[in-house]
């Protein structure tokens, strides 16, 4: 085994025991559970709620549509497709939610800047997933193999495994580490989730936006550990209040499945 994918599984491995130790003391312990949530509940309508999901979709949309037509006099190949379309795509549905939130939001709430305490809940977020993730993970692979179904990577994924090129990784590095975190939390966190949290039963709340958010990722062999990742995420937002510690969360995950997947570890 090469070094670096030594010290990386050394690394993974400490991080895991920190959340693992984080997953009691902030989750499971007693004076953990008693803590009240911290989310608001999201005071629109429900054609409001609809203008919301129209405009994100609408906008995502254009976004693809906005990419056909310069491959068209721009031929581009599968890799930059693979990483302009995403960027496109993510970049459209930010769009939409800055229309609906400009044209349609009668009573702005200020945008809050990241402070340190975000950072932090965020990075303790990300680390109590880990733990989850990784068992989630494991019974869900077993689950395939009995079902003969062949282990596929996401798209992404493989080409940062195998591409040579320096820009191309950092394109992805960027996409993933910056741009979906911010898109799919303001979506399915801070879009889908708070508005549901009161309206249907807990359950189905915490559900509902996680399996939306898999299958946005278009990959079985990943979905029910994204399931497990998103309603991670929903917890710690119901918890903290805040946005910002999911974004942070998921840009740090992201992060590590990139630097995992480039020290050679099967991810």
């Known amino acids: 085994m090469p070094?670096?994918?030594s010290t990386a599984l050394a690394v993974e491995f400490a991080l895991l025991i920190g959340g693992l130790v984080l997953l009691w003391r902030l989750t499971l312990g007693a004076a953990a559970r008693e803590r009240p949530?911290?989310?608001?509940?999201w005071d629109v309508t429900l054609s409001d709620f609809f203008l919301f999901i129209w405009l994100v979709i609408l906008g995502g949309v254009a976004g693809q549509y906005g990419l056909s037509l310069y491959s068209k006099h721009h031929p581009l190949d599968k890799a930059h497709l693979t990483i302009i379309g995403t960027a496109a795509f993510h970049g459209g549905m930010l769009l939409g939610m800055a229309g609906?939130?400009?044209?349609?939001?009668?009573?702005?709430?200020?945008i809050a800047p990241l402070a340190g305490g975000v950072?932090?809940?965020?990075?303790?977020?990300?680390l109590i997933a880990l733990p989850v993730l990784t068992a989630v993970g494991l019974v869900w692979q077993g689950v395939l193999k009995l079902a003969h179904y062949p282990p596929e990577d996401q798209e992404?994924?493989?080409?940062?495994?195998?591409?040579?090129?320096?820009?191309?990784r950092i394109g992805l590095l960027v996409v993933a580490i910056l741009v979906a975190p911010i898109?799919?939390?303001?979506v399915f966190r801070a879009g889908i989730f708070r508005y549901v949290r009161t309206r249907l039963p807990r359950w189905v709340a915490l559900l509902l936006p996680a399996m939306l958010f898999a299958a946005l990722h278009n990959n079985l062999g990943t979905f029910v550990p994204l399931v497990a990742l998103a309603i991670v995420f929903s917890l710690a937002y119901e918890r903290t209040g805040s946005i910002g510690t999911t974004?942070?969360?998921?840009a740090l995950f992201n992060l590590n499945s990139a630097l995992l997947v480039l020290a050679g570890v099967d991810v």
């Open 100 to 110: 609906y939130r400009v044209f349609f939001v009668r009573r702005k709430p200020p």
């Open 156 to 168: 992404a994924i493989d080409l940062l495994r195998h591409t040579d090129s320096t820009a191309l």
């Open 183 to 186: 898109t799919e939390e303001l």
């Open 247 to 250: 974004i942070v969360a998921h």
């Open 119 to 126: 950072f932090r809940s965020g990075l303790a977020t990300f």
């Open 37 to 41: 949530a911290l989310l608001p509940a």
């Open 3 to 5: 070094p670096v994918t």
